[in-house]
């Protein structure tokens, strides 16, 4: 789908008109972390106690502002990132998304490319403090989860790691959110093949068709005492199984409190869960166990000037099986200026798979980190 992404751009820049003005953005974003993990005795000897994660991503885009207002952007996020635990369980080392945009008030917007979905982009749940994510936690990078696997030819999820519908994640697709009406933003997204390297669906299944639909609304509600953020979210990923969310947040003063569930299942003309069966011996039991499983997170925050502290819960289950994961996290955050950010966090991870010590792990964090923007 790439190689149609440059034809559609090549014939958009080809089409500007002569009014208007063009327009450049760019940024980068890096962070290092250091954390202390103290496991329980009885994984202390497969795990490291110490982890030093870092990353960085460097963003651009260029666009046209035609009179009146629409916009078409080209944009491009790159990312890299090395010392993890799990090291390419998400992006990878190395990941890149390319996608160009068509922004109107009048007609709505479009996009093209390497983005997450409809749903997943209007969501709202638990409060970020930071870079510090709820759903896909970073916490995997100090206390390694059995059940979320991606190492090499390997990959495997037994739960889900979202309460965001993240399925498909980035891989290529097409989206139109119509244009606002009373605070209400309603969006769509087709995705041909789901297959991603930070999605869900493994590379190694026997699905015949990796297409997905999805659909969001958002709807933004700002009274005189609290504003009120909320969502919806549905996803059909063919052949391999249907899924819901349902998100809210209030905020108010500098407080902001939020939670989201995700709701996932399966019926009867998708593929079966893995259980070892004859043609599929080599794959781990259950290796794509989110499929039919729920998750939630709540969370509050509080934001003074330059700092802000949140508390968040995170638990994700598979309904045909015992796999759970639980994470807690505290996270505080020091903004020294508009470049740079101080992180002091403090976490408990508890995942458990079918009972085996090797799919089990729990403990306690303590890290500490610094983020750079430009």
Known sequence: MKKYLFLIMLCAVAKVADAGEYVYNYGATGFGFYGYSDYADS?????????????????????????????????????????????????????????????????????????????????????????????????????????????????????????????????????????????????????????????????????DNRSSYSVGLYHDLNLQYIEIESSLGYAYNHKNNQEASVGLSLYRKGWTLGGSYRQSWRSSHDFALNDRSSDLSYMPEYFDGYREGHAFNLGISYEIGPFKTGISYFASYADKTDNKDKIVSWTNRFALNKYAALYLIGAHAEYRGNGNIDDNSRGYAAICGLELSF
């Open 43 to 207: 994984y202390s000897s497969r795990y490291k106690h110490y982890h030093t994660p870092v990353a960085a991503e460097i963003s651009g885009s260029v666009g046209y502002r035609f009179d009146n207002d629409d916009e078409l952007s080209f944009n491009l996020d790159t990312q890299v990132a090395g010392g993890k635990e799990i090291e390419d369980y998400n992006h990878g080392k190395w990941g890149e998304n390319l996608y160009a945009s068509y922004n109107s008030e009048r007609y709505g917007d479009f996009t093209v490319g390497q983005v997450y979905n409809a749903a997943y982009q209007m969501a709202v749940g638990a409060p970020m403090v930071g870079i510090w994510r709820v759903n896909n936690s970073p916490v995997t990078d100090f206390i390694a989860n059995p059940n979320w696997q991606r190492h090499s030819r390997t990959a495997s999820y037994r739960t889900l790691n979202s309460t965001y519908l993240n399925t498909d994640a980035d891989a290529p697709k097409v989206s139109y959110t119509l244009p606002e009406l009373n605070n209400t933003k309603i969006a769509f997204s087709y995705t041909p093949d789901s297959y991603s390297q930070a999605g869900l669906i493994n590379k190694r299944s026997r699905y």
